[in-house]
Structure formats: structure tokens, C-alpha cells
Nanobody, 112 residues
Framework: QVRYVESGGGLVQPGGSLNLSCVASGFAFSYYGVQWFRQAPGKNRELLGLITHDSRTTYADTTKGRFTMSRDNAKNTVYLQMTDLGPEDTARYYC??????WGQGTQVTVSS
């Protein structure tokens, strides 16, 4: 069974940073690219970027220069480092590699 467990979210002040993690299981993780998404209340889910199986990355324009994805295939884990956060980054954050079920996500709230 494919499973994603996101963690690392929390409350942060504007201009702050957070590091999210996503541990995946149930598939051959090292062979797959992984995408990060977020969803704010009342809004559609937004694609943030993709990290390929060999760690090449592409980012959505809204995150370029502020978000950095990385991965550790030995740990079946992808990371999302976020800096210079603003209230517009408040959302639930998810990772995903394959069609099908989503994880629970991790909540990021940016507020003073």
C-alpha cells in the first residue's frame, strides 16, 4: 500500500522558515519523481514543484528562490525547505509520487 507521511509543519512568523519532510512507502521510491503540493482553505490544490528520481528539480513560479526540494533515497524521504514565508503560504502541504491516495499532509500557518 502506497503511503505518504508528511511532517514538519507548524506556526511561523512572516519571514520565517520551515523544513518539511515526507516519508514514502509501499513502492520503489528511488525510481520515482515526487511532487509537492499545497492546498489553502477554499482554494484548489497547487503544485509547488517536482524532484526527479535523480534529484533534478523544477519549481512553480510562486516558490522559485524561496523553496528548495531535496531527497534521500536511502530514507525514502523528500524534503521541502521553505524560506521567507508569508501569509499566502498558509496551507496544508502534501507530497505525492503516484496516482491514488494522498497522505494527511502537514499544516503550515504563517502569522504574526
Amino acid at each position: 500500500q502506497v503511503r505518504y507521511v508528511e511532517s514538519g509543519g507548524g506556526l511561523v512568523q512572516p519571514g520565517g522558515s520551515l523544513n518539511l519532510s515526507c516519508v514514502a512507502s509501499g513502492f520503489a521510491f528511488s525510481y520515482y519523481g515526487v511532487q509537492w503540493f499545497r492546498q489553502a482553505p477554499g482554494k484548489n490544490r497547487e503544485l509547488l514543484g517536482l524532484i526527479t528520481h535523480d534529484s533534478r528539480t523544477t519549481y512553480a513560479d510562486t516558490t522559485k528562490g524561496r523553496f528548495t526540494m531535496s531527497r534521500d533515497n536511502a530514507k525514502n524521504t523528500v524534503y521541502l525547505q521553505m524560506t521567507d514565508l508569508g501569509p499566502e503560504d498558509t496551507a496544508r502541504y502534501y507530497c505525492k509520487a503516484l496516482p491514488g491516495d494522498w497522505g494527511q499532509g502537514t499544516q503550515v500557518t504563517v502569522s504574526s
